[in-house]
């Protein structure tokens, strides 16, 4: 069974950085492109980055490039999302995908909220 | 950036009564190989996504077949034969086709 299991999001100040990871299993992570999705509080989804199979190609909406940074661990089964010079917009519930094209699988969440 | 349009926002259906869901793209989806990567979501209430609908048309596994998807080009629609209680949420439609992907505002489906 494919499980995709986030973690590291929390509380942090505004220009504060966190890391995200995500657990992946059951599935034959480095054959996968793997992406993130954010949803704001009450709002719609949006795609945040994508990382390519093995790492050498990343894609990233223009809101958060060069503040947040995707990759990811193939021996750990591991993606990671860097955030860095976080803003009160940034806050939302982060979601693993699997993919990045038509993702099917996604993780639970992980939520960040950016508040002094 | 594609900007994927879809109407209506909100979307009061009665039970056993069919709704429809439109999705426009500011571009076509169409890649060069002749793929069309149009994908619908559905989002229940405190859940994370489930896709439901890929290559514009192709159910996933275990989605009842009263969900249907459509289009071509720039024009898309998911169609629900008849509602059922357990159908009320969000529905988003994405494509997977130019970067950034891109997602539509999403369709709150919920029972009169």
């Known amino acids: 069974e494919v499980q995709l299991v986030e973690s590291g999001g929390g509380l942090v100040q505004p220009g504060g950085s966190l890391r995200l990871s995500c657990a992946a299993s059951?599935?034959?992570?480095?054959?996968?492109?793997m992406s993130w999705v954010r949803q704001a509080p009450g709002k719609g989804l949006e795609w945040v980055a994508s990382?390519?199979?093995?790492?050498?190609?990343?894609f990233y909406v223009d809101s958060v490039k060069g503040r947040f940074s995707i990759s990811r661990d193939n021996a750990k089964n591991s993606l990671y999302l860097q955030l860095n010079s976080l803003r009160a917009e940034d806050t939302a519930v982060y979601f693993c995908?699997?993919?990045?094209?038509?993702?099917?699988?996604w993780g639970q969440g992980t939520r960040v909220t950016v508040s002094s | 950036d594609v900007v994927m349009t879809q109407s209506p926002l909100s979307l009061p259906v009665t039970l056993g009564q069919p709704a429809s869901i439109s999705c426009r793209s500011s571009q076509s989806l169409v890649t060069s190989g002749g793929n069309t990567y149009l994908t619908w979501f559905q989002q229940r209430p405190g859940q994370s996504p489930r896709r439901l609908i890929y290559?514009?048309?192709n159910r996933d596994s275990g989605v009842p077949d009263r969900f249907s998807g459509s289009g071509s080009g720039t024009d898309f629609t998911l169609k629900i034969s008849r509602v059922e209680a357990e159908d009320v949420g969000v529905y988003y439609c994405?494509?997977?086709?130019?970067?950034?992907?891109?997602f539509g505002q999403g369709t709150k489906v919920e029972i009169k």
């Open positions: 290559d514009v048309s």
């Open positions: 059951g599935f034959p992570f480095s054959s996968f492109s």
């Open positions: 995908t699997r993919g990045w094209i038509q993702p099917y699988h």
């Open positions: 990382v390519k199979e093995d790492g050498s190609q990343t």
């Open positions: 994405m494509q997977g086709t130019h970067w950034p992907r891109t």
